[in-house]
Structure formats: structure tokens, C-alpha cells
């Protein structure tokens, strides 16, 4: 079993930065064995792909914020981060950590784990 807690949201104005921070509680295997996603869901929007980092350290982002936003982790802490830069109205969303062991992947339905979502909220 794995649970996750994303905190780190609120509002913030056009321009700004934000870190949200995830972590992972992981009862049989432990968290460097997952491949770690970040997610998020504007109001009447589907679930879409913001940024991936594999197990390995591999990352991924989706093209609406390669340049602007960072993934890393720490397997000591057992946490998952996305360090948010230059940030637009249109990144407002609840942000979501997901977690899958074998693999990257973009599809939400693929990632089996995860948390509750934090709510990013930036103003124009």
C-alpha cells in the first residue's frame, strides 16, 4: 500500500513561484523503487501530465511547462517535489502525486497510487 500527501498550493500572482512537496508513505516496497508523477485537473478539464521522474532520476515534462517547472526527489525523505517558476493563470489546478512501479508513463489511468491534490490557485 501507498499513500501520498501533496502540500505547498495556494495562491499566488502571475510570475510567481511555488514548491509543492509530496510524501510518500510505502508499506512493502520502498519509495526509490517508484516512478513518481505530477499531475493536474482544472475545473471541467480532464487530468493531464505536468512532470515525471523515474526511480533512476529520469525526468519528464509536458510541454506546457518544460522550462518553467522542475521535478526532483529525495529518497531520503521519501518526498517527490515540483518547483514551480514563471507561473500563469492557466496553471491554476488542483495538483496531483501519483506513483507506479514499473515504468514512466503519461496516462493518468496507468498510475495506480495517489494523493488527495493540493490546489494552485495563480492570479492574474
Known amino acids: 500500500q501507498v499513500q501520498l500527501v501533496e502540500s505547498g498550493g495556494g495562491l499566488v500572482q502571475a510570475g510567481g513561484s511555488l514548491r509543492l512537496s509530496c510524501l510518500c508513505a510505502?508499506?512493502?516496497?520502498?519509495?526509490?523503487?517508484?516512478?513518481m508523477g505530477w499531475f493536474r485537473q482544472a475545473p471541467g478539464k480532464e487530468r493531464e501530465f505536468v512532470a515525471g521522474?523515474?526511480?533512476?532520476?529520469?525526468?519528464d515534462y509536458a510541454g506546457s511547462v518544460k522550462g518553467r517547472f522542475t521535478i526532483s526527489r529525495d529518497n531520503v525523505k521519501n518526498t517527490v517535489y515540483l518547483q514551480m517558476a514563471s507561473l500563469k493563470p492557466e496553471d491554476t489546478a488542483v495538483y496531483y502525486c501519483?506513483?507506479?512501479?514499473?515504468?514512466?508513463?503519461?496516462?493518468?489511468?496507468?498510475?495506480?497510487?495517489w494523493g488527495q491534490g493540493t490546489q494552485v490557485t495563480v492570479s492574474s
Open positions: 521522474i523515474l526511480w533512476s532520476g529520469s525526468t
Open positions: 510505502a508499506s512493502e516496497r520502498t519509495f526509490s523503487s517508484y516512478n
Open positions: 501519483a506513483a507506479r512501479l514499473y515504468g514512466s508513463s503519461r496516462y493518468p489511468r496507468e498510475y495506480p497510487y
